[in-house]
């Protein structure tokens, strides 16, 4: 079956159904080749964009910790406690173990080569041992 050689040639007819249609779908019937549509290119001129400059503020490579209200504290092991502080400072204080404990290290260095700044140091970590605990545990 060809087609009509004075048909248009958007109309299409199909062998497989009989029917006329304006498809593109390819099944055993005759297409007209497609026709070039033209292209319309629309100019737009160009106009020129003032554009203000972006400040943007410049940012720091790292935050302080303080700095940031609302933040919560970051903990760095377990919480220290006064009755180990006590039961360490009692029974080894002279040897700065309640001082290595809350990981003042310097100190307790001191301590056990001093056997407790002669027994002054002990006796004064007494008293100091409450606030000790509590800076620590701040950290």
Known sequence: MQPA?????NIKDSVVSGDIHTGTVVHNHYHAAPQAQPVQQVVVPQQPVY???VQVA???MY????Q???AQPMYYGAQKDTLVAYILWF?????????????HI???IIYLFT????????FLDLFLIPDLVRRQNMR
């Open 51 to 53: 554009q203000q400059p």
């Open 5 to 9: 050689p004075d048909s248009s040639p």
């Open 68 to 70: 940031q209200h609302g």
């Open 91 to 103: 029974f080894l204080g002279f040897f700065g173990a309640h001082r290595f404990y809350l990981n």
């Open 115 to 122: 056997f407790g700044l002669f027994g002054f140091g002990w």
């Open 63 to 66: 935050s302080n910790f303080y």
């Open 58 to 60: 410049p940012q720091p």
């Open 106 to 108: 310097g100190v307790g």
